[in-house]
């Protein structure tokens, strides 16, 4: 199984920034209102997540650790309404395979809290610890037993920035949980829950800069099950912003051609000319519309009915931007 993991890893873990990806994911998934992140060496000592999501039992800590075991399925069924990030139970055992991996728990059913250690995939253990509700991932040393991975890991500062972007996606797309973010001791990035439009457009900021160079249109909009709603920026002459554009399908960020192209068009058909615009828009929409399970790292995804999902995007935007120049 040692192999089989490391092997799944190589599909997964790409570089610290994937293991931040799927921990974060996780905590996520956990419910948690706040995730902490704590990072040396730009990832390559050490990553890890707090979070104060709902934990993980004792008798269930090691069956999170086990490849393709996952606790938000329970059957292929299930996995046509997938709402989770995760599912396909790849992670933890991927990322225990290649570093030396702790994770300590509480759920809120348990007085004490527990830690399971795994090393280079071996040597598994678990003894009580003190821990408060939540859940704590340590990742030390990553690849320190795939030499060849080792290898091609960046400078700190490139690994670390590929991490503040990852942070930075998840940030968007879940404005009501609070991340804090740091780097070798020092505070990199706090950013507290939202409640409202406003100060979710204000966290946009935060996190983003001026994006939308002082012009933000909001919308929302839903119809025949999907709801569209987020921010776009009008587009200027004088800057192109075509790195700062935020798709979310139910919570995951994800590129999708057919999306990419209704946005064109929209932006294209009402404004007449071709620069890049900024956008941070979030699609909600029925999970069996939708086909999350393509690539294990879940970025992209099918929909079972592209020409409706585009047609919906490309109104909705088109009249949304087409208000702002009556
Ligand atoms: P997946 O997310 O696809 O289910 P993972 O390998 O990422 O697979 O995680 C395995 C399992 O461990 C999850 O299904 C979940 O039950 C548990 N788990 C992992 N991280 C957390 C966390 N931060 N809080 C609560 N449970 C967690
Ligand atoms: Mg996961």
């Not at 000592?45 to 008798?59: E, H, M, P, Q, T």
């Amino acid at each position: 199984p040692e192999l089989i993991n490391q092997i799944a890893a190589g599909e997964v873990i790409e570089r610290p920034a994937s293991v931040v990806k799927e921990l974060v994911e996780n905590s996520v998934d956990a419910g948690a209102t706040r995730i902490e992140i704590e990072i040396e060496d730009g990832g390559a000592r050490l990553i890890r997540v707090r979070d104060n999501g709902s934990g993980i039992a004792v008798d269930e800590l090691p069956l999170a650790v086990t490849s393709h075991a996952t606790s938000k399925i329970g059957s292929l069924d299930d996995l046509e309404h997938v709402l989770t990030l995760g599912f396909r139970g790849e992670a933890l055992p991927s990322i225990a395979s290649v570093a030396r991996f702790a994770l300590s728990s509480r759920p809120a059913t348990q007085d004490a809290g527990w830690r399971l250690e795994i090393e280079g995939g071996r040597n598994q253990t678990q003894q009580p610890a003190q821990h408060p509700v939540g859940t704590t991932i340590e990742v030390r040393d990553l690849f320190y037993n795939v030499p060849a991975r080792r290898k091609f890991l960046r400078a700190e500062r490139t690994e670390f920035s590929h991490i503040d972007e990852l942070v930075k996606s998840m940030a968007l797309a879940r404005t009501d949980v609070e991340f804090r973010l740091s780097h070798n001791g020092k505070p990199v990035r706090l950013l507290r829950p939202t409640t409202d439009e406003s100060s979710a457009l204000q966290r946009i900021g935060e996190v983003c800069g001026d994006i939308f160079i002082g012009q933000s249109l909001h919308l929302d909009h839903a119809a025949a099950g999907l709801r569209l709603s987020g921010w776009v920026g009008l587009p200027t002459a004088s800057r192109s912003q075509a790195d700062q554009q935020f798709f979310y399908v139910n919570g995951r960020l994800v590129r999708d051609r057919v999306l990419a192209h209704a946005v064109r068009q929209a932006y294209a058909d009402v404004l007449y000319h071709g620069r890049h615009a900024a956008f941070v828009l979030y699609l909600e929409l029925d999970p069996t519309m939708v086909d999350v399970n393509v690539h294990p790292a879940k970025s992209e995804v099918r929909f079972r009915e592209s020409r409706l999902v585009h047609d919906f995007l490309y109104r909705t935007l088109h009249a949304a931007l087409a208000d702002t120049r009556a």
